[in-house]
């Protein structure tokens, strides 16, 4: 039995449920960000990101900073990419949008290739875009969050280095890591940035992030400043490799406490097998997207193939509207999101189904949601055809 206050169960696509212990280590005493206890699960955290992102290779480099995952955008944007460069950022909802604000920020110059809402780009067309014009970095969002939308990194990657070899691939992972399969080393990813709130299972605060050793070097080949201070790799790298080789360092406070809770999560998923993580994410979400078809109901990502396995975006009867629907379900205890997607945010709620909700099997999440989602829609009047 758990032992937080009684609370409705939070089941969007992030923040997620917490487990016990992680929110546990949340309450650490106050210890010195340079002392060497801290200094050793700083730098245990690091080397299991590396176990996480598959990644075996001394050269890549995993980050740890506070700030939400949104601070991944200006770590790739401030450090990978210059003023005056060309980036194709491939777009399958909201977050895409927001990635080439940011680039654009910094004076990158961001061209998007769009796919219908529920789709997303097939690998013709961004073939097609990466031999027309050079571009230092193609983003894909694994799975974006506004439309539950799971895009393929593998067969991607390879076709990037077989056409546009000098492009850096990265991957906005916020949606995606500790929840769908990642391969860094084997796919020759060159960056994936997450956060710690989501799949990970870890109250947000933290930008986490894994970068190649290529994209290292094409940072440190910048033929100008990083346009950012906090966001700069100037400044961060040299700590993340002195925490990971166990040395204080300092260039801005850390938080302990987050990272004692990462620490926790971290230990906890890896203590058993990543095949039987992304196993249970997948069957947990084939039940859920068995129960939506079962109600008569449609998802965002009409193509099994591109549906996420960390949550699921559902569109609703033209009679309901998510602002009754929610709060009823919410009556019921549980808590789904709204739609995010500017073009048609009022007329789909997404779940989200990651982490202990899926994991834990003294935990019933899962069904008691998928039984208040049917009587909530009963309840407003709805009836499949």
Known sequence: MSGQP???????PGPIEFDDAVLQSMSHYSESHVGAPFIATFGETLSMLRKLFQTEDPSSQPFVISGSGTLGWDLVAANLAEPGDEVLVLHTGYFADSFADCFETYGVRATQLKAPIGSRPQLPEIEKALKEKKY???????????????????????????????????????CSVGCEEIEFDKWQLDGVITASQKAIGCPAGLSISMYSGRAIKTFQARKTPPGSYFASFKNWLPIMQNYEAKKASYFATPSPQLIH????????????????RFAAHRAASQKIKEAVTDLGLKQLASDPANQANGMTAIYLPENVKAPELLPNLLKKGVIF????????AAKYIRFGHMGVSVTDSKRDDIGRAIQALQNGLSEAGYQKA
């Open 6 to 12: 009684n609370h409705p169960t939070l089941l969007i």
């Open 136 to 174: 230092k970095l193609l983003t894909v969002t694994h799975v974006d969050t506004s439309t539950g939308v799971l895009s393929e990194l593998k067969a991607l990657s390879e076709m990037v280095h077989r056409v546009s070899p000098d492009t850096l691939v990265i991957v906005d992972g916020v």
């Open 261 to 276: 809770a990462l620490h926790t999560s971290l230990t906890q998923i890896l203590s058993k097998p990543l095949a039987e």
């Open 337 to 344: 999101a709204g739609g995010l997607h500017k073009e048609i």
